[in-house]
């Protein structure tokens, strides 16, 4: 089992920056996939990044955070990161982490591909 615990959300202004952690436990995640999902009031669950293990670590963006999010992994401190910068108001959401074991170079969006997940930290950016 895989525990996923995240921090560092919080109230934000737009045009301001916020650095989520995902801090795992009960296994190291160093052959686990990971993904970063939102899921804002009233809307599904989607995937705004992900990233595989692995050298050459692989990366997905949704288009609607290319060039203002970044995903990153610290295997060594079983912590995943997601760097959101020029955030907006459309960003407000519940941010949840998740994690699936995986094949070496692939990462996953979809949920149905994720086996354990965060309980969120909330994200709000005021206009």
């Known amino acids: 089992q895989v525990q996923l615990v995240e921090s560092g959300g919080g109230l934000v202004q737009t045009g301001g920056s916020l650095r989520l952690s995902c801090a795992a436990s009960?296994?190291?995640?160093?052959?686990?996939?990971m993904g970063w999902f939102r899921q804002a009031p009233g809307k599904e669950r989607e995937c705004v990044s992900a990233i595989s293990w692995g050298g050459g670590e692989r990366t997905y963006y949704a288009d609607s955070v290319k060039g203002r999010f970044t995903i990153s992994r610290d295997n060594a401190k079983n912590t995943v990161y997601l760097q959101m910068n020029s955030l907006k108001p459309e960003d407000t959401a519940v941010y949840y982490c998740?994690?699936?074991?995986?094949?070496?170079?692939?990462?996953?969006?979809?949920?149905?591909?994720?086996?354990?997940w965060g309980q969120g930290t909330q994200v709000t950016v005021s206009s």
């Open positions: 998740a994690a699936t074991r995986a094949y070496s170079g692939r990462y996953y969006y979809r949920i149905n591909d994720y086996d354990y």
């Open positions: 009960g296994r190291t995640i160093g052959s686990y996939a």
